[in-house]
């Protein structure tokens, strides 16, 4: 069956403009997690969804970052205004609810903020 | 808070040469270990896993045993191949309301023919 899946790979955007990436996570899985991968703060967690409850922004580094999960499927994340820093891999993973909490990473998206 | 410390890297072996890579871990609760793997050009795939005390997991013939006693996750292989040479990322996971995966730094292998 298809894997997680993310879009675009790669994102080359000028600073102070707005970028959304995408995620299709696997069929039927509840979860779905986006991280982040630098090279200074190595993979970090982001924001976290679970089916229809709140979902938990603890990791999201400012402001300018919003996520949102539409049906219970696809995610976007949005970061606003972008600033250098932002550059990075953004990784999205998903899971069943059931489990020991495997989760399944998407390939990346790779986002470079000139 | 939750964390994982992984041995420092890069790592440099021969072929058939044996591989530990150290991790330890602090965690509030009982967590789940897991190890990563990233080969080169590819997404991250989990390589193993561990859900409580004393379990080993294994794959590919990688294992790592969930020592509570010393709060580590130590990955080993006996043998390492070429095709082995890929970035390794210890993790641990917490069972309830957010699972989300805490990771070590993770530690570049290359294994020279």
């Known amino acids: 069956g298809a894997g997680v899946s993310q879009s675009p790979s790669n994102k080359v955007t000028e600073k102070g403009k707005d970028v959304e990436l995408r995620c299709d996570p696997i069929?039927?899985?509840?979860?779905l997690y986006w991280y982040r991968q630098s090279l200074g703060q190595g993979l970090e967690f982001l924001i976290y969804?679970?089916?229809?409850?709140?979902?938990?922004k603890s990791g999201l580094p400012s402001d300018r970052f919003s996520a949102e999960r539409t049906g219970g499927s696809v995610s976007t994340l949005t970061i606003q205004r972008t600033q250098q820093e932002d550059s990075a891999v953004y990784l999205c993973?998903?899971?069943?609810?059931?489990?020991?909490?495997?989760?399944?990473f998407g390939p990346g998206t790779r986002l470079t903020v000139l | 808070g939750n964390s994982v410390t992984q041995m420092e890297g890069p790592v440099t072996l021969s072929e058939e040469a044996f591989l530990t890579i150290n991790c330890t871990y602090t965690a509030t609760g009982y967590p789940s270990l897991f190890w990563y793997v990233q080969y080169p050009g590819e997404g991250l795939q989990l390589l193993l896993k561990a859900t409580k005390a004393d379990d080993k997991g294994s794959n590919k013939g990688f294992e790592a045993t969930y020592r509570k006693e010393t709060t580590s996750f130590h990955l080993e292989k006996g043998s390492v191949q070429v095709s082995d040479s890929a970035v390794y990322f210890c993790a641990l996971s917490l069972t309830g309301a957010n699972s989300k995966l805490t990771f070590g730094k993770g530690i570049t292998l290359s294994v020279r023919p």
């Open positions: 069929s039927g899985h509840t979860a």
């Open positions: 993973a998903s899971s069943s609810n059931w489990g020991y909490n495997e989760q399944f």
């Open positions: 969804f679970q089916g229809n409850s709140a979902p938990d």
